[in-house]
Nanobody
């Protein structure tokens, strides 16, 4: 029913910024809580941020708190993850995921609470 598509990844220097976008054609994305996840080689998939339906609640993992911001632009049917002050350890494939039911979102940000997943976009932080 929902097929998120991520974009905006790429190569960035330490201390730089990227903004990831998440869209879904034919679906009103603001009907769904959105989670952002990342997975680095050899590591488990990690929840980094989530935002509830209606944008009343936002959460962040400790590793990105104060550096990343999740938001929506509903007229554009798009969710965003603004990533600032990027570090080498932020290097990963980043995924957007939509929750199938309920308002969401809560801590901890765990993959099994999300139902519809994008294919991922690579973020590489390197000098």
């Amino acid at each position: 029913q929902v097929q998120p598509v991520e974009s905006g990844g790429g190569l960035v220097q330490p201390g730089g910024s990227l903004r990831l976008s998440c869209t879904a054609s034919g679906v009103t994305l603001d009907h769904y809580a959105i989670g952002w996840f990342r997975q680095a080689p050899g590591k488990e998939r990690e929840g980094v941020s989530c935002i509830s339906v209606g944008d009343a609640y936002e959460h962040y993992s400790d590793s990105v708190k104060g550096r990343f911001t999740v938001s929506r632009d509903n007229p554009k049917n798009t969710a965003y993850l603004q990533m600032n002050s990027l570090r080498h350890e932020d290097t990963a494939v980043y995924y957007c995921a939509a929750m199938g039911g309920g308002m969401g979102a809560r801590l901890p940000i765990v993959p099994h609470e999300y139902d519809y997943w994008g294919q991922g976009t690579q973020v590489t932080v390197s000098s």
